[in-house]
């Protein structure tokens, strides 16, 4: 069974950093692309950042270009999101998602979320 | 890149059809067959319904369908029940190594 499960939200003040992690198991980590996906409260689903299986090919939404960082260490079946300079718009719930088998762009499998407030 | 185009509401009674719309551009739903559809219900986490446009992941009823025309993709929920009242959100590729979404559909079965 997929298990994607995230850690390290909390409340951080305006400026300040914060680092997600994404615990993976029940496939084979390595094997596929993952992304994170925020939801502001009450709002809808926006896409932060996706990462291909080796790292080689990464990108980002405009929102977070230059401030969010996307990593992933595959000895660990971990994801991280490293997020530098937060804003009070960047409150939201967090998560990581499994891309699908043989389709980079499909989120087939999603975590249960991190919830970042950014607030003095 | 801009929200793919949803309308904020759809509803139906039970055992009836509805059809929700997810308009993009030429650039993203339009160029791609990478259009996915997820239902959120309150306090979960998006369940993929749709992918690749017009497959269904397993486990997910045949109720369920997808299909794409130019720049608009549509999700239609064939014999309503009410476990399918939810959140639905469109997504596709946007071309640029970045996935747009939609801004939401609240579906309400009467």
């Known amino acids: 069974e997929v298990q994607l499960v995230e850690s390290g939200g909390g409340l951080v003040q305006p400026g300040r950093s914060l680092r997600l992690s994404c615990a993976a198991s029940g496939f084979t980590f390595d094997d596929y692309a993952m992304h994170w996906v925020r939801q502001a409260p009450g709002k809808g689903l926006e896409w932060v950042s996706s990462i291909s299986w080796n790292s080689d090919r990464i990108g980002y939404a405009d929102s977070v270009q230059g401030r969010f960082t996307i990593s992933r260490d595959n000895a660990e079946n971990s994801l991280y999101l490293q997020m530098n300079s937060l804003r009070a718009e960047d409150t939201a719930l967090y998560y990581c998602?499994?891309?699908?088998?043989?389709?980079?762009?499909?989120?087939?499998?999603w975590g249960q979320g991190a919830l970042v407030t950014v607030s003095s | 890149q801009s929200a793919l185009t949803q309308p904020p509401s759809a509803s139906g009674s039970p055992g009836q059809s509805v059809t929700i719309s997810c308009t993009g551009t030429s650039s993203d739903v339009g160029g791609y067959k990478f259009v996915s559809w997820f239902q959120q219900h309150p306090g979960k986490a998006p369940k993929l319904m749709i992918y690749?446009?017009?497959k269904r992941p397993s486990g997910v009823p045949d109720r369920f369908s997808g299909s794409k025309s130019g720049n608009t993709a549509s999700l239609t929920v064939s014999g309503l029940q009410a476990e399918d009242e939810a959140d639905y959100y469109c997504?596709?590729?946007?071309?640029?190594?970045?996935?747009?979404f939609g801004g939401g559909t609240k579906l309400t079965v009467l």
């Open positions: 998602a499994k891309g699908g088998a043989g389709s980079y762009w499909t989120l087939d499998y």
């Open positions: 690749e446009v017009t």
């Open positions: 997504s596709s590729y946007g071309g640029s190594n970045n996935v747009i």
